[in-house]
């Protein structure tokens, strides 16, 4: 699949000369000065997966830095090799919030194999709210990552009515240069194991925090670990605005309304936004012999 010359990697602003990344095993070079993606991250991603994919891995071509362990960890690391198939991996999606109503709703990745291969199905979310992703038909990395931060993507446009393509760019910004990495312990199926949890702010330290100051502390945690099925835990962002910083209400207080012409900003006497979402592995279900 070609990608758009629009979506060509670009070098990472304040890069030490010299300093390499090297080119992701999920693409290799195409036709022009676009990429095609590889079939690391399956030959039939449609298009609007494929542009979050580039987007958010495509930090640099061969003559770059090298890819940082938040980048491995969360898109070079064969997430699906262990998982037993064909499976169920059943997530469950929370949001709560001061400024539009609480929910809390399911996600599900159908995994299967084929003549060795991983065939993946994502359905994320059910409703109005179900966000149409493509098949996977050669899965290595979990699926679900990419489901979760197009959906945070798409929320921040929303909401704020910014730039798609600025969102993904500080994301891909803050998972090369700016991320967190620190082991910890989870708890699933009743048993503690090993894991490492992931964090960055993409927008603490952007020139133009100030269009989104409402969103600047918005934290992103991935929780991964090799011990449970499909190597990803949890996935969740945290925005809290509220004087005490503690978990928002599960109902709505108040609507904030963006003020004209100033993105992200609350209109005069409306709450500051305080938004959790959270995404985690629940359950494995397998199909009855």
């Known amino acids: 699949m070609s990608i758009p010359a629009s979506f060509t990697p670009q070098p990472v602003s304040g890069q030490a000369p010299g300093r390499k990344r090297a080119r992701c095993p999920g693409f290799r070079p195409g036709s022009g000065s676009g990429f095609r993606l590889g079939s690391r991250l399956g030959s039939r991603l449609g298009s609007r997966l494929g542009v979050a994919v580039l987007a958010l891995f495509a930090l640099g071509t061969a003559g770059a830095q090298p890819v940082s362990p938040a980048e491995v960890l969360l898109f070079e690391t064969d997430h699906l090799t262990r998982m037993k198939a064909p499976a169920t991996l059943v997530y469950e999606f929370r949001r709560l919030s001061n400024v539009e109503p609480a929910f809390t709703d399911s996600v599900q ?86 894991a490492k949890a992931v964090r960055i702010q993409p927008y ?47 109902t709505v207080a108040a609507r904030a309304t963006p003020a004209a012409n100033q993105p992200g900003k609350a209109a005069p006497g409306a709450a500051m936004p305080v938004i959790d979402e959270t995404l985690t592995l629940v359950k494995v279900t397998e199909p009855r012999a």
């Open 204 to 250: 603490l330290d952007d020139p133009l925090h100030a269009r989104f100051e409402n969103y600047v502390r918005k934290t992103y945690t991935f929780v991964l670990s090799d011990q449970v099925p499909g190597g990803v835990y949890r996935v969740s962002t945290t925005l809290a605005n509220a004087a005490g910083n503690g978990a928002p209400p599960a």
């Open 109 to 194: 990745l159908d995994v299967s194999r084929n003549k060795g291969q991983v065939h993946a199905v994502l359905r994320f979310l059910s409703g109005k709210r179900k966000q149409a992703l493509p098949e996977v038909a050669d899965a290595h990395g979990n699926p679900v990552l990419l489901g979760f931060l197009e959906h945070d993507i798409a929320e921040m446009k929303r909401l704020t009515g910014g730039s798609v393509g600025y969102f993904r760019k500080r994301i891909r910004l803050a998972l090369a240069d700016g991320a967190q990495v620190t082991p910890q312990r989870i708890t699933y199926g009743g048993k503690t194991v090993e």
